[in-house]
Structure formats: structure tokens, C-alpha cells
């Protein structure tokens, strides 16, 4: 849905019902790796991936919001085929309200105008891509706009296996856990951990033995430069 209509427009440039989808929302629980999945679909299709942030878009200066939308959207038509991912899309894009401030509701009106201008044209290559952890939050117009929404949930066991096995490979550990009995006692006992928490678990005990490194160096300063000696050969 999201790779082949960018790698071949040829497949969807007749008739009315298969037209290229414009927008695509990646929603789940943090730490899932939308952003990554984002990454790798722009590789994937070959496409010029522009990330969009709040930060890019808003200005001190009254209706500049406007102008720096329009500069997004001629770039990125001048370089498609072209992907313009919003992380954490709620935040730049969220429902309108009558207490937000005029230059933000503005700087919206005036992409989805654009995100409308370019879907007009059958031949462009231009899709939005969005990830937020709060689907419920962003704009009714914007969903309307997205009319292909993928979960990216929590990885299951045999997902976390293999997530656990790519982080440990090449780690220097007891064979125990080389010969896979270690990694399935750790799925067995991460169950609701997503891939960014994972990581971190093995940062965590990763540092373990560089702690009891250094309280035995305290203990024994003799420890220390012989810990150097083997560094250097």
C-alpha cells in the first residue's frame, strides 16, 4: 500500500478506485519503532524522506508558518518521489479549538489546503506519513486525510526473541545464553515490554560488570593497571 504505488506509479496511473494512498498513519504504544518502520519504508521505495517537525514550521514572525508549509510541499514535489513524515503527529496537528492561537490554527488550514492541492494531481509521488502514540488526539480533518492507519503494537514472544537475539549478537555473554536458553527465559519474563524497553534492559546489564569492575578496583588499585596492560595488548 505504502512502497509500491512510490516504486511503480505506472500500476495505478488508470482508472478511479486504484489510486495511490496520500496518507498513512502509523499509531501504537511508545517505543514500538514507527519512526524506525517510517525510516525503513522510505529506503525501501526509494524515496527522498523529509521529516517534518513542529519546531521546522512555526516562526516569531505572523505567517511565516504559512510560507515555510508551502516550501515543505514544493520540495518535496520537486523531489519525488518524496515522503513527509510527522512524528508524534498530534502535537502539530491536533484537534482545532476556539482557545488555540490563530498563527497555529492557521499554519494547519494551510497544509491540509496544500495536502488537498497535491493529491489533485494523479501523477505525483507525494504521500504524508504519520506516527503518534495518540491517534485520538489528531484533528478529524487530518484523519480524513489518512485513510490507511496501521498498528504497530507490542512485539509478541516470538518477536521479542528475535528483537533480543539481533541486540545480543556479537556481546560477549555466558554460553548459556548463546545456546538460546537465556534469551527464552528473558522473553518469558519481558511480556508487555516494546522494542525500546528491551534495549534498554540490555544497557542496563550491560553496565553491571563495568560496575563490579570498578568496585574491585577500589578495592585492589593493582586491579586497575592490569586491566590497562590487557587493553593495550
Known amino acids: 500500500l505504502v512502497i509500491l504505488p512510490l516504486r511503480r506509479p505506472d500500476l495505478f496511473a488508470r482508472g478511479n478506485l486504484l489510486k495511490p494512498v496520500k496518507g498513512v498513519?502509523?499509531?501504537?504504544?511508545?517505543?514500538?519503532?514507527?519512526?524506525?518502520?517510517?525510516?525503513?519504508?522510505?529506503?525501501?521505495?526509494?524515496?527522498?524522506?523529509i521529516n517534518v517537525r513542529a519546531a521546522t514550521l512555526q516562526s516569531k514572525w505572523f505567517g511565516d508558518a504559512?510560507?515555510?508549509?508551502?516550501?515543505?510541499?514544493?520540495?518535496?514535489?520537486?523531489?519525488?518521489?518524496?515522503?513527509?513524515?510527522?512524528?508524534?503527529?498530534?502535537?502539530?496537528?491536533?484537534?482545532?479549538?476556539?482557545?488555540?492561537?490563530?498563527?497555529?490554527?492557521?499554519?494547519?488550514t494551510e497544509f491540509m489546503a496544500l495536502w488537498d492541492g497535491f493529491t489533485t494531481d494523479e501523477y505525483s509521488q507525494v504521500m504524508v506519513l504519520g506516527a503518534t502514540n495518540r491517534p485520538w488526539e489528531v484533528d478529524e480533518a487530518v484523519?480524513?486525510?489518512?485513510?490507511?492507519s496501521f498498528l504497530v503494537g507490542l512485539p509478541d514472544q516470538k518477536q521479542r526473541e528475535s528483537i533480543l537475539s539481533k541486540m545480543l549478537e556479537g556481546e560477549v555473554m555466558d554460553e548459556s545464553v548463546y545456546a538460546g536458553q537465556g534469551i527464552r527465559k528473558l522473553v518469558e519474563k519481558t511480556s508487555g515490554f516494546s522494542g525500546?524497553?528491551?534495549?534498554?534492559l540490555c544497557t542496563n546489564a550491560?553496565?553491571?560488570?563495568i560496575r563490579e569492575l570498578l568496585q574491585a578496583e577500589r578495592k585492589n588499585p593493582l586491579l586497575k593497571n592490569q586491566t590497562r596492560s590487557q587493553e593495550q595488548k
Open 143 to 148: 484523519l480524513r486525510r489518512l485513510p490507511q
Open 66 to 108: 504559512q510560507k515555510l508549509v508551502t516550501a515543505v510541499f514544493t520540495l518535496a514535489m520537486k523531489l519525488q518521489p518524496s515522503i513527509i513524515f510527522i512524528d508524534e503527529i498530534d502535537s502539530m496537528l491536533g484537534k482545532r479549538h476556539s482557545n488555540e492561537h490563530e498563527a497555529t490554527n492557521n499554519m494547519k
Open 206 to 209: 550491560a553496565y553491571y560488570p
Open 196 to 200: 525500546s524497553d528491551l534495549k534498554q
Open 25 to 49: 498513519l502509523l499509531y501504537g504504544p511508545p517505543g514500538t519503532g514507527k519512526t524506525m518502520l517510517a525510516k525503513a519504508i522510505a529506503k525501501e521505495s526509494n524515496a527522498c524522506f
